[in-house]
Nanobody, 128 residues
Framework: QVQLVESGGGSVQAGGSLRLSCAAS????????MGWFRQAPGKEREFVAATTRSSGTTNYEEYAESVKGRFTLSRDDAKNTNTVYLQMNSVKPEDTAVYYC????????????????WGQGTQVTVSS
């Protein structure tokens, strides 16, 4: 099993920045891909970004069009704990949502149902 624990959510004004963190523990060899989805009130859950470990020097990253150029992923694969970060810059009111960390053994996917593990979610609220 894998446990995902998110942190870093909160309230921020439009144009500001926020950084979300997600720490994975347990069978972390199954977390080749880690990423984020979000769900705003009254809307369906949507893909935000994901990163897949690479045997080379650069991990593969995928971003939703709505966050490209504003959000940046990074990950730290320590021995027993993998952590993924989502740096959110130039945030907009439409970024307000509950953000969920996800993980899977396979490659990146924009479909939530293809992820094996997810966290409890962290609230991000952007005021105008």
């Amino acid at each position: 099993q894998v446990q995902l624990v998110e942190s870093g959510g909160g309230s921020v004004q439009a144009g500001g920045s926020l950084r979300l963190s997600c720490a994975a523990s347990g069978r972390t060899f199954t977390t080749n891909t880690m990423g984020w989805f979000r769900q705003a009130p009254g809307k369906e859950r949507e893909f935000v970004a994901a990163t897949t470990r690479s045997s080379g020097t650069t991990n593969y990253e995928e971003y939703a069009e709505s966050v490209k150029g504003r959000f940046t992923l990074s990950r730290d694969d320590a021995k027993n704990t993998n952590t993924v970060y989502l740096q959110m810059n130039s945030v907009k009111p439409e970024d307000t949502a509950v953000y969920y960390c996800v993980a899977r053994a396979g490659s990146s996917s924009p479909y939530f149902e293809e992820y094996n593990f997810w966290g409890q979610g962290t609230q991000v609220t952007v005021s105008s």
